[in-house]
């Protein structure tokens, strides 16, 4: 009984671990569109302020030209973390799960353990019964 306990702790301890990798996991992709969004509006800003909105034009904004490299690298950041994700919200899944079996594994036993304690009960009631019933004895 002990060391179910323990398993059952160990299990939702895991389950929490693999909660928060995927909660990290989620704020880091929502910070880097997040951040690609502001540089957007930076690029259209300073696109508009210059009047040239062609990257490709010789005279575009080197600021505008670095802001899109940052941006373009936040979302591909944001897509490699989309698949770690994936995986996380797998691997929670799985710990969820391995973790209800335990209970159940728990409950069970416990549903056991009553029982037989109720038929203890009752067996003592019984016999003290049967020698209420019968005097003299």
Do not use: C
């Amino acid at each position: 009984m002990k060391s179910r306990e323990t398993l059952l702790r160990l299990k939702r301890f895991q389950v929490d671990e693999k909660r928060r990798r995927v909660s990290q996991i989620e704020m880091m992709i929502a910070e880097f569109h997040r951040m690609a969004g502001d540089l957007d509006r930076e690029i259209q800003n300073e696109e508009t302020r210059a009047g040239i909105s062609d990257p490709a034009h010789f005279a575009y904004p080197t600021y505008a030209k670095a802001a899109l490299g940052r941006r373009d690298n936040l979302r591909q950041s944001a897509d490699n973390l989309q698949g770690q994700l994936e995986e996380a919200k797998g691997e929670l899944q799985e710990a969820f799960e391995e973790m209800k079996k335990v209970e159940i594994l728990e409950d069970r036993e416990r549903a056991s353990e009553r029982a037989a304690d109720a038929a203890r009960d009752q067996a003592m009631m019984d016999s003290i019964g049967l020698r209420s019933s019968r005097p003299g004895i």
